[in-house]
């Protein structure tokens, strides 16, 4: 989980509402909202580089799946390219 990094992302229309009405996210002032994590799968061809949204849910509720699947897996974590919005 990446609670340090910044990246940009675009979202479309479809995925804007989803932080507006299931997050309460206020897109004009973010900073009042509570944090939020992005799971994105991630390709790469020989031009670009892809952040698809996999799910988005709060930071809290990643976290406490990030804890209760740690003994199940390896270092590796579900979450290794979020980052809060």
Known sequence: ?????N????LFENRI???EEDFGIDLKNPSDSEPIAFKVKISKDENFT???ILKIESLKDAKKRENKN???RDSRTSYDNCNTF
């Open 7 to 10: 990246i940009e992302l675009m």
């Open 50 to 52: 892809r952040m698809n």
């Open 17 to 19: 509402k989803e932080l």
């Open 70 to 72: 740690k003994t199940k």
């Open 1 to 5: 989980m990446d609670l340090h990094g």
